[in-house]
């Protein structure tokens, strides 16, 4: 996907390098719209490649810059000039916490309310109930061990209330990271 953090990655460390060729004053709410609006075709049109995911993914990404790139300035210009380094890490990892709402957009559901909260057409008001109705069949990811379970397998960390868990040992086994 084009602005998830790679295997191995810190959470928000790829976000931070997009962030870095890219200025905060060239991203305008008409642009976020569009893309929120792209998702909302994809989902109308049943497609199937994710990209309804994918585009909502990038426009909350971007709202973030928008929002917080002047605090995210000095961590931008170092990736930029290439002084990344392992000293760059810990606050890749605090990056990622701020973007881990973008992370969190993975059911169908999680994307359509999303996006309905934010598109003011009204048009997948329908989709969202429809997907309620199914919600026991949502698949979630473990963020430790990465693999999807059922939604009612998935615990959500009580600290966060964002992080999800298929067992206490994945959660546990998370704890230094997280």
Not at 15 to 29: K, L, S, T, V
Not at 31 to 51: C, K, P
């Amino acid at each position: 996907e084009m602005m998830d953090a790679d295997e191995g990655a810190p959470q928000g460390f790829t976000f931070i390098q997009y962030c870095a060729g890219h200025n905060q004053n060239e991203i305008d709410d008409d642009m976020i719209q569009l893309l929120r609006a792209d998702a909302v075709n994809s989902i109308l049109n049943h497609s199937e490649d994710g990209m309804a995911r994918k585009l909502a993914r990038i426009a909350l990404r971007l709202e973030m810059l928008t929002k917080y790139g002047d605090q995210w300035k000095p961590l931008i210009s170092q990736v930029k000039n290439r002084q990344a380094s392992d000293e760059l890490l810990p606050f890749a990892k605090h990056m990622g916490k701020a973007t881990q709402k973008a992370d969190n957009l993975e059911t169908p559901l999680e994307v359509a309310k999303y996006l309905h909260k934010h598109v003011p057409c009204g048009c997948l008001l329908g989709v969202v109930k429809e997907l309620k109705n199914n919600k026991g069949k949502d698949e979630r990811k473990c963020h430790w061990c990465h693999k999807k379970f059922p939604e009612d397998q998935i615990e959500i960390c009580s600290k966060c209330s964002s992080a999800q868990y298929c067992s206490s040992e994945c959660q546990t086994s998370h704890w230094p990271e997280h």
